[in-house]
Protein backbone atom coordinates (compact mmCIF):
# COMPACT_ATOMS: atom_id res chain seq x y z
CA UNK A 1 0.00 0.00 0.00
CA UNK A 2 1.24 3.56 -1.11
CA UNK A 3 1.76 5.86 1.48
CA UNK A 4 -1.22 8.05 2.21
CA UNK A 5 -1.35 11.64 0.91
CA UNK A 6 -4.40 12.91 2.24
CA UNK A 7 -6.20 11.05 5.37
CA UNK A 8 -10.06 12.31 6.67
CA UNK A 9 -10.34 11.43 10.08
CA UNK A 10 -13.72 10.91 11.86
CA UNK A 11 -14.73 14.11 9.63
CA UNK A 12 -18.36 15.70 10.28
CA UNK A 13 -19.66 18.15 7.83
CA UNK A 14 -22.79 20.70 8.51
CA UNK A 15 -24.93 23.04 6.00
CA UNK A 16 -26.29 25.19 7.72
CA UNK A 17 -29.14 22.64 9.39
CA UNK A 18 -28.43 19.28 7.84
CA UNK A 19 -25.86 16.96 8.86
CA UNK A 20 -24.06 15.62 6.03
CA UNK A 21 -21.32 13.72 6.73
CA UNK A 22 -21.00 11.82 9.80
CA UNK A 23 -17.72 10.48 11.10
CA UNK A 24 -15.78 10.59 7.36
CA UNK A 25 -12.34 7.98 7.32
CA UNK A 26 -11.05 8.39 4.14
CA UNK A 27 -7.06 7.27 3.35
CA UNK A 28 -6.23 8.22 -0.47
CA UNK A 29 -2.32 7.04 -1.06
CA UNK A 30 0.09 8.88 -2.53
CA UNK A 31 0.67 8.50 -6.41
CA UNK A 32 -2.88 6.37 -7.31
CA UNK A 33 -6.18 7.03 -8.36
CA UNK A 34 -8.78 6.54 -5.37
CA UNK A 35 -12.50 6.23 -6.74
CA UNK A 36 -15.67 7.73 -4.19
CA UNK A 37 -18.55 5.75 -5.12
CA UNK A 38 -21.86 5.90 -3.78
CA UNK A 39 -25.69 6.23 -4.62
CA UNK A 40 -26.75 9.67 -5.27
CA UNK A 41 -26.73 11.74 -1.44
CA UNK A 42 -24.17 9.66 -0.17
CA UNK A 43 -22.09 12.75 0.46
CA UNK A 44 -19.39 12.30 -2.11
CA UNK A 45 -19.43 16.23 -3.69
CA UNK A 46 -19.56 17.46 0.49
CA UNK A 47 -16.34 15.11 1.05
CA UNK A 48 -14.23 16.81 -1.90
CA UNK A 49 -15.57 20.49 -0.96
CA UNK A 50 -14.77 19.21 2.87
CA UNK A 51 -11.52 18.37 1.19
CA UNK A 52 -11.12 21.62 -0.81
CA UNK A 53 -12.36 24.32 1.90
CA UNK A 54 -15.16 25.23 0.27
CA UNK A 55 -17.08 23.99 3.99
CA UNK A 56 -15.44 23.36 6.63
CA UNK A 57 -15.34 20.01 9.17
CA UNK A 58 -17.59 20.59 12.12
CA UNK A 59 -15.08 17.90 13.77
CA UNK A 60 -12.82 15.85 12.61
CA UNK A 61 -9.63 16.22 10.89
CA UNK A 62 -8.21 16.47 7.00
CA UNK A 63 -4.57 16.01 6.44
CA UNK A 64 -2.52 16.61 3.45
CA UNK A 65 0.46 15.14 3.66
CA UNK A 66 1.20 15.08 7.02
CA UNK A 67 -0.79 18.81 7.27
CA UNK A 68 -4.12 19.64 8.96
CA UNK A 69 -5.69 21.64 6.59
CA UNK A 70 -9.32 20.96 8.16
CA UNK A 71 -9.99 24.96 8.80
CA UNK A 72 -7.39 25.80 5.89
CA UNK A 73 -9.79 28.79 3.78
CA UNK A 74 -9.67 27.24 -0.11
CA UNK A 75 -6.73 29.33 -1.35
CA UNK A 76 -3.98 28.13 1.07
CA UNK A 77 -5.59 24.79 0.24
CA UNK A 78 -5.26 25.06 -3.22
CA UNK A 79 -1.91 26.53 -2.71
CA UNK A 80 -0.70 23.52 -1.73
CA UNK A 81 -1.04 21.73 -4.88
CA UNK A 82 -4.90 20.82 -4.40
CA UNK A 83 -7.30 21.64 -7.90
CA UNK A 84 -10.68 20.49 -7.75
CA UNK A 85 -12.70 19.95 -10.93
CA UNK A 86 -16.48 20.34 -9.85
CA UNK A 87 -19.69 18.28 -11.37
CA UNK A 88 -20.52 21.77 -13.18
CA UNK A 89 -17.15 21.70 -14.09
CA UNK A 90 -16.12 25.61 -13.41
CA UNK A 91 -14.78 26.98 -16.45
CA UNK A 92 -15.46 30.54 -17.55
CA UNK A 93 -17.92 30.46 -20.94
CA UNK A 94 -17.13 33.86 -21.81
CA UNK A 95 -13.60 33.17 -21.77
CA UNK A 96 -11.17 31.64 -24.67
CA UNK A 97 -9.24 28.28 -23.95
CA UNK A 98 -6.33 29.88 -23.96
CA UNK A 99 -7.89 32.16 -21.00
CA UNK A 100 -9.28 30.13 -19.01
CA UNK A 101 -5.52 28.06 -19.01
CA UNK A 102 -3.80 31.21 -17.60
CA UNK A 103 -5.88 32.00 -15.30
CA UNK A 104 -5.37 28.88 -14.20
CA UNK A 105 -2.02 28.70 -13.88
CA UNK A 106 -1.06 30.58 -10.67
CA UNK A 107 1.25 33.30 -11.25
CA UNK A 108 0.73 33.28 -15.02
CA UNK A 109 -0.20 36.67 -16.61
CA UNK A 110 0.43 35.71 -20.19
CA UNK A 111 0.15 32.32 -22.27
CA UNK A 112 4.43 32.39 -22.15
CA UNK A 113 4.08 31.97 -18.46
CA UNK A 114 2.88 28.75 -19.16
CA UNK A 115 5.37 26.04 -19.46
CA UNK A 116 5.26 24.99 -23.14
CA UNK A 117 6.38 21.54 -22.58
CA UNK A 118 3.44 20.92 -19.97
CA UNK A 119 0.85 22.92 -22.14
CA UNK A 120 1.85 20.54 -25.72
CA UNK A 121 1.76 17.37 -22.41
CA UNK A 122 -2.07 18.35 -22.42
CA UNK A 123 -2.71 19.25 -25.77
CA UNK A 124 -1.41 15.31 -26.43
CA UNK A 125 -3.72 14.23 -24.14
CA UNK A 126 -6.68 16.89 -25.10
CA UNK A 127 -6.20 17.62 -29.02
CA UNK A 128 -9.50 19.70 -29.12
CA UNK A 129 -8.05 22.38 -26.92
CA UNK A 130 -5.29 22.93 -29.09
CA UNK A 131 -7.87 23.00 -32.34
CA UNK A 132 -10.29 25.68 -30.22
CA UNK A 133 -7.63 27.25 -28.51
CA UNK A 134 -9.09 30.71 -29.22
CA UNK A 135 -12.47 29.78 -28.99
CA UNK A 136 -14.87 30.97 -26.17
CA UNK A 137 -15.57 27.92 -23.79
CA UNK A 138 -18.98 28.29 -23.70
CA UNK A 139 -19.02 27.39 -27.25
CA UNK A 140 -17.84 23.85 -26.60
CA UNK A 141 -19.63 20.69 -26.58
CA UNK A 142 -19.47 19.26 -23.05
CA UNK A 143 -17.37 16.75 -23.47
CA UNK A 144 -14.56 19.58 -24.42
CA UNK A 145 -15.62 21.65 -21.49
CA UNK A 146 -15.04 18.48 -19.54
CA UNK A 147 -11.58 18.25 -21.14
CA UNK A 148 -10.49 21.75 -20.52
CA UNK A 149 -11.93 21.73 -16.61
CA UNK A 150 -9.38 18.67 -16.44
CA UNK A 151 -7.04 20.38 -18.53
CA UNK A 152 -6.76 23.84 -16.31
CA UNK A 153 -6.30 21.52 -13.01
CA UNK A 154 -3.35 19.79 -14.33
CA UNK A 155 -1.91 23.09 -16.15
CA UNK A 156 0.41 22.92 -13.10
CA UNK A 157 1.88 20.06 -11.26
CA UNK A 158 -0.68 19.40 -8.47
CA UNK A 159 -0.20 17.46 -5.25
CA UNK A 160 -3.62 16.42 -5.55
CA UNK A 161 -6.98 16.55 -8.02
CA UNK A 162 -10.22 16.42 -7.17
CA UNK A 163 -12.83 15.48 -9.58
CA UNK A 164 -16.61 15.37 -9.62
CA UNK A 165 -18.24 12.90 -12.15
CA UNK A 166 -15.54 14.13 -15.05
CA UNK A 167 -17.90 10.88 -17.70
CA UNK A 168 -21.52 12.47 -16.53
CA UNK A 169 -23.29 13.24 -19.49
CA UNK A 170 -20.33 11.96 -22.23
CA UNK A 171 -20.36 10.34 -25.02
CA UNK A 172 -18.73 6.77 -25.31
CA UNK A 173 -16.21 8.01 -27.08
CA UNK A 174 -15.12 11.03 -24.80
CA UNK A 175 -15.70 8.88 -22.28
CA UNK A 176 -12.80 6.41 -23.55
CA UNK A 177 -10.54 9.52 -24.28
CA UNK A 178 -11.09 10.70 -20.54
CA UNK A 179 -10.05 7.49 -19.31
CA UNK A 180 -6.96 7.21 -21.76
CA UNK A 181 -6.27 10.95 -20.24
CA UNK A 182 -6.57 9.72 -16.71
CA UNK A 183 -4.22 6.63 -17.40
CA UNK A 184 -1.65 8.84 -18.64
CA UNK A 185 -1.91 10.96 -15.70
CA UNK A 186 -1.76 7.96 -13.46
CA UNK A 187 1.48 6.60 -15.24
CA UNK A 188 2.92 10.19 -14.36
CA UNK A 189 2.08 9.57 -10.36
CA UNK A 190 -0.11 12.16 -10.41
CA UNK A 191 -2.66 11.31 -7.18
CA UNK A 192 -6.20 11.56 -8.12
CA UNK A 193 -9.47 11.47 -5.83
CA UNK A 194 -12.62 11.03 -8.19
CA UNK A 195 -16.20 10.85 -7.75
CA UNK A 196 -17.72 8.60 -10.50
CA UNK A 197 -21.47 7.43 -10.70
CA UNK A 198 -20.23 5.16 -13.77
CA UNK A 199 -18.77 1.56 -12.57
CA UNK A 200 -17.38 0.84 -15.56
CA UNK A 201 -15.16 3.88 -15.65
CA UNK A 202 -14.34 3.19 -12.44
CA UNK A 203 -13.26 0.00 -12.63
CA UNK A 204 -10.86 0.67 -15.89
CA UNK A 205 -9.30 3.24 -13.91
CA UNK A 206 -9.37 2.85 -10.02
CA UNK A 207 -6.46 1.30 -7.68
CA UNK A 208 -8.28 2.02 -4.55
CA UNK A 209 -12.19 2.36 -3.97
CA UNK A 210 -13.81 3.91 -0.93
CA UNK A 211 -17.65 3.35 -1.27
CA UNK A 212 -19.90 6.13 0.82
CA UNK A 213 -23.26 5.88 2.14
CA UNK A 214 -25.71 8.14 4.09
CA UNK A 215 -22.35 10.10 4.81
CA UNK A 216 -20.10 7.80 5.81
CA UNK A 217 -17.38 5.79 3.90
CA UNK A 218 -18.68 1.76 4.47
CA UNK A 219 -16.68 -0.07 2.47
CA UNK A 220 -12.81 0.54 1.63
CA UNK A 221 -10.26 -1.97 -0.59
CA UNK A 222 -8.57 -2.45 -4.26
CA UNK A 223 -10.75 -1.30 -6.58
CA UNK A 224 -10.15 -4.64 -8.58
CA UNK A 225 -11.72 -6.60 -5.67
CA UNK A 226 -15.04 -4.99 -6.24
CA UNK A 227 -14.90 -4.80 -9.75
CA UNK A 228 -14.87 -8.86 -9.47
CA UNK A 229 -17.20 -9.50 -6.77
CA UNK A 230 -21.17 -8.52 -8.22
CA UNK A 231 -22.71 -9.52 -4.57
CA UNK A 232 -20.62 -6.89 -3.27
CA UNK A 233 -21.64 -4.40 -5.78
CA UNK A 234 -24.86 -5.06 -5.28
CA UNK A 235 -24.79 -4.52 -1.74
CA UNK A 236 -23.00 -1.51 -1.89
CA UNK A 237 -23.89 0.24 -4.63
CA UNK A 238 -27.32 -1.78 -5.99
CA UNK A 239 -25.56 -2.38 -9.29
CA UNK A 240 -23.38 -5.51 -10.50
CA UNK A 241 -20.73 -4.89 -13.38
CA UNK A 242 -22.62 -7.88 -15.52
CA UNK A 243 -25.56 -4.89 -16.01
CA UNK A 244 -22.77 -1.80 -16.78
CA UNK A 245 -20.08 -3.27 -19.36
Known sequence: MSEALLKLEGVHTHIGAYHILHGVD???????????????GAGKT??????????????????????????RPTPDIARAGVAYVPENM????DLSVKENMVLAARG???VDD??????EWIFGL????????????GKLSGGQKQMLAVSRAIVEPRQLLLID???????????QNMIAAFRELKAAQTTILLVEQNFNFARQLGDSVAVMDDGQVVHSGAMAELAEDE?????????SLGAHQ
Open 165 to 175: EPSKGLAPAII
Open 231 to 239: ALQAKLLGL
Open 90 to 93: GIFA
Open 26 to 40: LVVPANQLTMLLGRN
Open 46 to 71: TTLRTIMGLWHASQGSVTLAGQDITQ
Open 114 to 119: IDTTRL
Open 126 to 137: FPAMKKFWNHPA
Open 108 to 110: ART
